[in-house]
């Protein structure tokens, strides 16, 4: 049997994971608005050869050198890539997609030359890759608080201008607001982002933790402040579950275990989210087609009633062979007895009622099955 081992390293894991999966949802949430969801997957595999530099200048496995060379290195792609795109007149996803794989490329070459160099030990370098949240301390908890704190802060302070760049940079700019710092901006808040989660689910991944829980929240909100705490509360919950489920089942990494959660939970919101969910978009499209049917039924009555007054009613035979390619008119005249729309006067006979002669006439109606007319 699985024991979850409720210990203090497990509270430590876990609380870090899901302050970690809070500031990447918010962060995630903007980079995903502004177009920019590839971005944070070259930065977090551009800052590889950061790590690997790092650990060959100074020799040392310490965690705050490491990060300290990732986010030079990721500092410097979001810069190159901002150059190519801005003055290299190249478009963004091949910009992206360039310094994405040259990067990562490098950073795996230089790897394997140290895994290989005598009197090299790079034990622990290789963690990187897909992260190592078991070996989370206080100390680096306080430093994703600390990074992640001061994202919150610019974000919470150029609110406004973000945002306005990331719907629309030309009228940004028209307003005389500092588009090029913005951006800057954003892309160092990005690597800020990306190199706090580095040790948790490390470089192959932390793209993952910031685009998902965005698009996950998408699916619930069209406003954008629900759409980010939405995001900040599924990263949390994600980093939560992850940890716990890689502390109940043995020999589970705990990095792409909080990757698969908040993958699950993105899955379960493309289907059943009511704002944009798979399953209810479904379904309101199929009721859609079923009022377009009840007030072509109903305006087929309306119309037979006016040829004969509609006081004996109208075969149900006469009334389905108006509608050769539909087959539910026998559903749509049972559903309009039910609305008090139509009535059976004898077996196999409808007529319209008072009320669905009154629905018919207001021209440019859809009818809403609780018996009101809809507007198209």
């Known amino acids: 049997m699985f024991d979850i081992d409720f210990s203090y ?14 500031i990447s949802g918010i962060i995630g949430s903007l ?8 971005l944070a997957d070259a930065v977090s595999h551009a800052s590889l050869p950061g790590i690997v530099l790092a650990f ?20 410097f792609a979001a810069s190159n890539m901002f150059l190519l795109v801005k003055k290299g007149h190249l478009k963004k996803d091949s910009s992206l997609s360039l310094m994405l794989s040259m990067y990562f490329g490098l950073g795996m070459v230089l790897l394997s030359y140290i895994q290989y160099k005598p009197n090299t030990a790079p034990a622990g370098i290789e963690t990187f890759l897909f992260g190592q949240a078991a070996t989370m301390l206080v100390s680096d908890i306080q430093v994703i608080a600390v990074i992640g704190g001061i994202i919150l802060f610019l974000l919470i302070v150029f609110w406004k201008e973000l945002l306005l760049v990331a719907f629309d940079s030309e009228y940004a700019a028209g307003t005389g607001l500092p588009v090029t710092k ?22 192959v991944l932390m793209s993952a933790l910031l685009v998902t829980p965005a698009a996950a929240a998408r699916q619930w909100t069209n406003n954008i402040v629900v759409m980010m705490l939405l995001a900040s509360f599924f990263g949390a919950l994600s980093g939560v579950i992850g940890s716990v489920a890689s502390s109940f089942i043995p020999n589970l990494p705990t990095g792409p275990a909080i990757i698969v959660c908040i993958s699950l939970i993105a899955l379960l919101s493309f289907f059943l989210a009511p704002c944009r969910g798979i399953i209810p978009n479904y379904l309101r499209r199929k009721n859609k087609l079923i009022y377009a049917d009840a007030h072509a039924v109903l305006d087929t009555l309306y119309i037979l009633a006016g040829q004969d007054g509609g006081e004996k009613g109208h075969e149900r035979a006469h009334i389905r062979s108006m509608f050769p390619i539909k087959n539910d008119v026998d559903a749509m005249l049972a559903e309009l007895k039910e609305k008090g729309l139509a009535t059976e006067i004898s077996p196999a006979h409808w007529s319209i009622t008072p009320l669905g002669r009154s629905v018919a006439e207001r021209s440019g109606h859809i009818i809403d099955m609780s018996g009101k007319a809809l507007h198209d």
């Open 182 to 203: 913005l951006e800057l901006l954003f892309l160092f808040m990005l690597v800020g982002s990306v190199i706090i989660g580095l040790q948790t689910v490390g470089v």
């Open 9 to 22: 390293t497990l509270f430590i894991v876990a609380g870090g994971a899901a302050l970690l999966g809070a």
């Open 31 to 38: 980079a995903m608005l502004k177009k920019n969801s590839l």
């Open 56 to 75: 060959m200048l100074t020799g040392s496995r310490t965690h705050s050198v490491l990060i300290i060379g990732a986010a030079i290195a990721g500092c």
